[in-house]
């Protein structure tokens, strides 16, 4: 009977020899056109969420010390401010402070 039947030996090797016999495989794996997985995802009901395109990245702004302001508006006056902020690019402190402006109040 051999001294080593089972392999226990090998424990007893160093890191770096068990390192030493991992070896990579012989050929890589075909890579799969991009096209077919997507096409693949999307019959299965998965969107991608990747970004089409370059989004726009504003610079933020240095505004100083800060307030925090926590409101609950009604549906009928959050929604036009919001639409507000976002067709005049506005952070909402900035259209706030846009709509005091043209109401004398800043």
């Known amino acids: 009977m051999s001294g080593d039947a089972f392999g226990f030996n090998k424990s007893k090797q160093s ?6 016999t991992i070896q990579p495989q012989s050929h890589p794996a075909t ?8 096409a693949a995802g999307d019959a299965l009901g998965f969107r991608s969420r990747e970004r089409v395109g370059q989004g726009v990245y504003r610079r933020k702004r240095e505004i100083g010390p800060t307030v925090a302001i926590n409101t609950r508006a009604p549906e009928r006056v959050a929604a036009p401010f919001i639409q ?23």
Do not use: H, Q
Request: aromatic share 10%; net charge negative; with cysteine.
């Open 84 to 106: 507000f902020c976002e067709e005049n690019r506005f952070s909402y402190w900035e259209g706030i402070e846009e709509l005091m402006k043209r109401a004398d109040l800043v």
């Open 31 to 38: 890579p799969v056109p991009i096209e077919r997985v997507d």
């Open 15 to 20: 890191t770096a020899d068990k390192l030493k």
